[in-house]
């Protein structure tokens, strides 16, 4: 599958290619045209493409040299392209250029297909000719794509989602003209990665999606699922980042897109139309326990501080969290056993001054327990909103979700807000949440910490330790709380660098299990040398950008 992507990735990069280069093109089968773009049309005076579908290439370039251009035809057909560019002397009186042209064939992606390119500007300077039109600029073949995606992976239902730039960012246009071209390839890159379906560019800052499913309410859940895109985001281009807001609606396809203009239909009518909403029901249920006890939160110690860096940080965050600008990203677990396919762990961040801050390592948060206890009801709403919705797709999705210690040791309505939750989520699981602190900020109140983590367990949770294993109180920690998992710290991560360090990680992780049988996780496996040295320590769950990316929405990497 990856390389049929690269393939069709590929093709459409030189048909993007001969296209910015002012060339004609067409496919050819067997000798005969199967296809033309309208540049191919008019250099050889055709009106519509039915016109020329079955018709013989040498019927219509009509090569002065017969015989050589046969010879040298049948190899290029035979994968010689090495002999693909040549010049053609045409006896056509159609040709709306001088002799010779200049040919090229190309692979195409079709079987035993070839494409042919002419370059259609003359060489004499000032009289360029260009016969290239308002719609072949917006890459006029896409309807034709997404047509023979859709007779290669045919589904039940299918829908055109359109993500177009909501605003441009101005400063993208101070800079250099190569940083305002990768900017919008960019964008594209982006959007492969966030959704793992076909996608094709309309113009440029507009990309199409395929979106397909085997019913209307899993293609409904799919929709959902994309509207945490639409959020403010970040796009690294030349190692510095810029501002990218998008647009997105989307049209259900009805049957076959018919031509140019039928897909230009369905592009107006995607761009008009908004994204399906969570039913209202949940939203409003969810929304009433955002309430924050605030007679829970006098605590003279724990004032926020007065310095400039940061309380402008707080207050930026705060107004993030107000206007629902906070990140949540999913990261897919890979089960071992192959039992829980569905768990993922939910990080948090925010936009500060055009850079990403982590929630679970910012210390300023500790300093305002109110805005830490807020922020971590809200990412736990917003990521059941996302856990409701795609448990349609998959039943058995699970969430691990990231928290502070705030709210474990100073909101005392806490657990009933967990139980709340995992009654509107409405899970056949018994424990859809786990819910996950650091190891550091537990033991330093140990005997509360189990307090509170026996009271979450009674009202439904389940409870594990991040960046687990790396200090002098670890094993004491793992014998005294009441736990399910652990989550090893990156400095435990890296020891599966080497064979050797990966031996003494499993030492480790042999006397973890001897204390106590947790679910053990390694994360950041961020290269293929991690991933597969993970395989040979006793850790049930590993994750990492090898296997999947954090996104910001949850999908599963399996089924694409």
């Given at each position: 599958?990856?390389?049929?992507?690269?393939?069709?990735?590929?093709?459409?990069?030189a048909?993007?290619?001969?296209?910015?280069?002012n060339?004609?093109?067409?496919?050819?089968?067997?000798g005969?045209?199967?296809?033309?773009?309208?540049?191919?049309?008019?250099?050889?005076g055709?009106?519509?493409?039915?016109?020329?579908?079955?018709?013989?290439?040498?019927?219509?370039?009509?090569?002065?040299?017969?015989?050589?251009?046969k010879?040298?035809?049948k190899?290029?057909?035979?994968?010689?392209?090495?002999?693909?560019?040549?010049?053609?002397?045409?006896?056509?009186?159609?040709?709306?250029?001088?002799?010779?042209?200049?040919?090229?064939?190309?692979?195409?992606t079709?079987?035993?297909a070839l494409?042919?390119?002419?370059?259609?500007?003359?060489?004499?300077?000032?009289?360029?000719?260009?016969?290239?039109?308002?719609?072949?600029?917006?890459?006029?073949?896409?309807?034709?794509?997404?047509?023979?995606?859709?007779t290669?992976?045919?589904?039940?239902?299918?829908?055109?989602?359109?993500?177009?730039?909501?605003?441009?960012?101005?400063?993208?246009?101070?800079?250099?003209?190569?940083?305002?071209?990768?900017?919008?390839?960019q964008?594209?890159?982006?959007?492969?990665?966030?959704?793992?379906?076909?996608?094709?560019?309309?113009?440029?800052?507009?990309?199409?999606?395929?979106?397909?499913?085997?019913?209307?309410?899993?293609?409904?859940?799919?929709?959902?699922?994309?509207?945490?895109?639409?959020?403010?985001?970040?796009?690294?281009?030349?190692?510095?980042?810029?501002?990218?807001?998008?647009?997105?609606?989307y049209?259900?396809?009805?049957?076959?897109?018919?031509?140019?203009?039928?897909?230009?239909?369905?592009?107006?009518?995607?761009?008009?139309?908004?994204?399906?909403?969570?039913?209202?029901?949940?939203?409003?249920?969810?929304?009433?326990?955002?309430?924050?006890?605030?007679?829970?939160?006098?605590?003279?110690?724990?004032?926020?501080?007065?310095?400039?860096?940061?309380s402008?940080?707080?207050k930026?965050?705060?107004?993030?969290?107000?206007?629902?600008?906070?990140h949540?990203?999913?990261?897919?677990?890979?089960?071992k056993?192959?039992?829980?396919?569905?768990?993922?762990e939910?990080?948090?961040?925010?936009?500060?001054?055009?850079?990403?801050?982590?929630?679970?390592?910012?210390?300023?948060?500790?300093?305002?327990?109110?805005?830490?206890?807020?922020?971590?009801?809200?990412?736990?709403?917003?990521?059941?909103?996302?856990?409701?919705?795609?448990i349609?797709?998959?039943?058995?999705?699970k969430?691990?979700?990231n928290?502070?210690?705030?709210?474990?040791?100073?909101?005392?309505?806490?657990?009933?807000?967990?139980?709340?939750?995992?009654?509107?989520?409405r899970?056949?699981?018994?424990?859809?949440?786990?819910?996950?602190?650091?190891?550091?900020?537990?033991?330093?109140n140990?005997?509360?910490?189990q307090?509170?983590?026996?009271?979450?367990?009674?009202?439904?949770?389940?409870?594990?330790?991040?960046?687990?294993g790396?200090s002098?109180?670890?094993?004491?920690?793992?014998?005294?709380?009441?736990?399910?998992?652990?989550?090893?710290?990156?400095?435990?991560?890296?020891?599966?660098?080497t064979e050797?360090?990966?031996?003494?990680?499993q030492?480790?992780?042999?006397?973890?299990?001897?204390?106590?049988?947790?679910?053990?996780?390694?994360?950041?496996?961020?290269?293929?040398?991690?991933?597969?040295?993970?395989?040979?320590?006793?850790?049930?769950?590993?994750?990492?950008?090898?296997f999947?990316?954090?996104?910001?929405?949850?999908?599963?990497?399996?089924?694409?």
């Amino acid at each position: 599958q990856h390389l049929m992507d690269e393939l069709e990735s590929a093709h459409t990069h030189a048909q993007s290619l001969v296209h910015d280069s002012n060339k004609a093109i067409a496919l050819i089968q067997e000798g005969i045209h199967i296809h033309a773009n309208p540049e191919y049309l008019q250099l050889f005076g055709i009106k519509n493409e039915e016109d020329i579908v079955g018709l013989p290439l040498l019927d219509l370039l009509q090569p002065k040299d017969l015989n050589d251009f046969k010879l040298r035809f049948k190899k290029i057909t035979q994968g010689q392209f090495d002999l693909g560019r040549l010049e053609v002397t045409t006896l056509n009186d159609h040709v709306s250029i001088p002799n010779p042209l200049k040919i090229e064939f190309l692979p195409a992606t079709d079987e035993d297909a070839l494409q042919i390119t002419i370059d259609i500007e003359t060489s004499e300077p000032g009289n360029i000719t260009s016969v290239a039109t308002e719609k072949s600029i917006q890459k006029p073949n896409i309807y034709q794509q997404i047509n023979r995606t859709i007779t290669k992976q045919p589904s039940h239902i299918n829908a055109l989602v359109l993500f177009s730039l909501a605003a441009f960012p101005e400063n993208i246009f101070e800079t250099n003209w190569v940083t305002s071209k990768n900017y919008f390839s960019q964008i594209k890159e982006f959007l492969k990665e966030q959704t793992h379906v076909p996608l094709f560019k309309v113009s440029p800052g507009i990309v199409t999606g395929l979106f397909q499913a085997e019913s209307q309410a899993k293609l409904e859940s799919k929709l959902i699922g994309l509207s945490s895109l639409t959020k403010p985001q970040l796009l690294t281009v030349n190692q510095s980042s810029y501002p990218l807001n998008l647009r997105i609606g989307y049209v259900i396809l009805d049957g076959e897109i018919r031509d140019e203009s039928h897909f230009e239909q369905f592009v107006s009518s995607a761009y008009n139309t908004a994204l399906p909403q969570n039913a209202p029901t949940a939203e409003l249920e969810l929304k009433t326990h955002l309430d924050i006890p605030t007679l829970e939160l006098h605590h003279p110690e724990m004032k926020p501080s007065n310095s400039l860096p940061e309380s402008s940080l707080i207050k930026a965050l705060e107004q993030s969290l107000d206007r629902g600008e906070i990140h949540l990203k999913y990261q897919q677990l890979y089960d071992k056993q192959d039992a829980n396919l569905y768990t993922y762990e939910v990080t948090s961040g925010f936009i500060f001054e055009n850079s990403w801050k982590d929630l679970s390592s910012l210390r300023e948060l500790a300093e305002d327990p109110e805005l830490s206890i807020k922020l971590d009801r809200w990412i736990l709403v917003e990521s059941c909103k996302q856990l409701h919705n795609f448990i349609t797709q998959y039943p058995e999705a699970k969430l691990i979700v990231n928290l502070n210690k705030e709210v474990l040791f100073h909101d005392r309505t806490f657990p009933e807000f967990i139980s709340k939750l995992i009654t509107i989520v409405r899970s056949k699981l018994t424990h859809p949440l786990i819910l996950q602190f650091s190891e550091e900020d537990l033991t330093q109140n140990i005997s509360d910490a189990q307090k509170h983590i026996t009271q979450l367990r009674q009202f439904g949770a389940e409870v594990s330790l991040r960046d687990f294993g790396n200090s002098i109180y670890s094993e004491s920690a793992l014998r005294q709380l009441d736990i399910n998992g652990l989550t090893l710290h990156h400095t435990l991560t890296t020891m599966l660098n080497t064979e050797q360090s990966t031996q003494e990680l499993q030492e480790k992780i042999k006397i973890f299990h001897e204390i106590k049988p947790v679910e053990i996780m390694l994360r950041e496996l961020n290269d293929m040398t991690l991933f597969a040295n993970a395989w040979n320590v006793d850790a049930r769950f590993i994750q990492g950008d090898y296997f999947q990316k954090k996104l910001d929405h949850l999908i599963d990497v399996q089924d694409q």
